[in-house]
C-alpha cells in the first residue's frame, strides 16, 4: 500500500517531506522540562530520514504539534542528527523503560555490540540516556504564496466504497474531469478500481 501512495504522489509531483506528531503537553523532571520527542519517535525520526534520502543526506523532518506554555497550538519542526540515524541503521540504541529515553542496545549471544558514549561517558549495555542531543531544530514556517494542487479535498480514503464515488460524481457532474477527479484520497481509493498504471496518468491530468 505505501509503495502505491508514493506512486501516486510521484505522478502528481509531490515527495514526502516529514510526518507529524500531535500530543498534548508532556514532560517532567526527569527531562529537564519539556519532552520534546519520545525515544520511540526519534527512532522512527531515524528510520524516515535513512529511508528519504538522497546523497546520504535527507531533508525530511518530524514536525511536532502541542500546545506552548500559553496554552496556545504552536508546531515545533525537528531533523535528527546523522549520527541518530547511523546508530538506528546499526541497530546501537534500543527503546528505554521511561518511553522518554533511549538506551544503548544490549549485546546477544556472543555479539559484540560498540560502546555508546554520552555526554564523556561510556554506558552499559542496555543503559538509559536522555536522547536530546539527536534532535537538530528546524524553524517551522508556512509559505508566503501558498499553492493549491487538489480542486477537492472531501473524499473520504479509508472507508470510501462505491456509493461515496457516485456521489462524488455527482455533486461535481458539471465540472472538467481533469477538476472532479483532483483529489489525493480518490486518487488514492480509484487505483484499486482501475489499476495503478492509469491512475497515475490521471494524476497527471489532474495535477
Known amino acids: 500500500r505505501a509503495s502505491k501512495v508514493l506512486e501516486i504522489a510521484a505522478a502528481c509531483g509531490l515527495e514526502p517531506i516529514g510526518w507529524a506528531i500531535t ?39 518530524s514536525l511536532v504539534v502541542g500546545y506552548n506554555k500559553r496554552g ?31 538506551a544503548s542496545r544490549k549485546a546477544k549471544n556472543k555479539e559484540c ?6 555526554q564523556n561517558k561510556q554506558l552499559h549495555q542496555g543503559e538509559a540516556f536522555l536522547p536530546d542531543e539527536f534532535l537538530v531544530k528546524v524553524i517551522a514556517s508556512e509559505a508566503v504564496n501558498p499553492r493549491h494542487i ?15 464515488l457516485r456521489a462524488h460524481l455527482q455533486v461535481h457532474k458539471n465540472k472538467d474531469y481533469h477538476v472532479k477527479f483532483s483529489d489525493f484520497n480518490l486518487l488514492l ?7 495503478i498504471d492509469l491512475t497515475k496518468q490521471l494524476a497527471k491530468m489532474c495535477c
Open 23 to 61: 500530543t498534548l503537553p508532556r514532560g517532567g523532571d526527569q527531562y529537564h522540562g519539556d519532552l520534546l520527542m519520545s525515544g520511540a519517535e526519534i527512532r522512527q525520526a531515524a528510520r524516515f530520514q535513512l529511508k528519504f534520502s538522497e546523497d546520504g543526506h535527507s531533508r525530511f523532518i
Open 72 to 102: 496556545q497550538i504552536e508546531p515545533r519542526a525537528y531533523q535528527v542528527s546523522d549520527q541518530c540515524v547511523a546508530m538506528e541503521r546499526d541497530g546501537l540504541i534500543q527503546d528505554a523503560e521511561d518511553p522518554g529515553f533511549l
Open 113 to 118: 555490540v560498540p560502546s555508546v558514549i554520552h
Open 150 to 164: 487538489f480542486h477537492v479535498i472531501n473524499f473520504p480514503y479509508e472507508n470510501a466504497t462505491d456509493d461515496h
Open 189 to 195: 481509493w480509484i487505483h484499486r478500481k482501475i489499476g
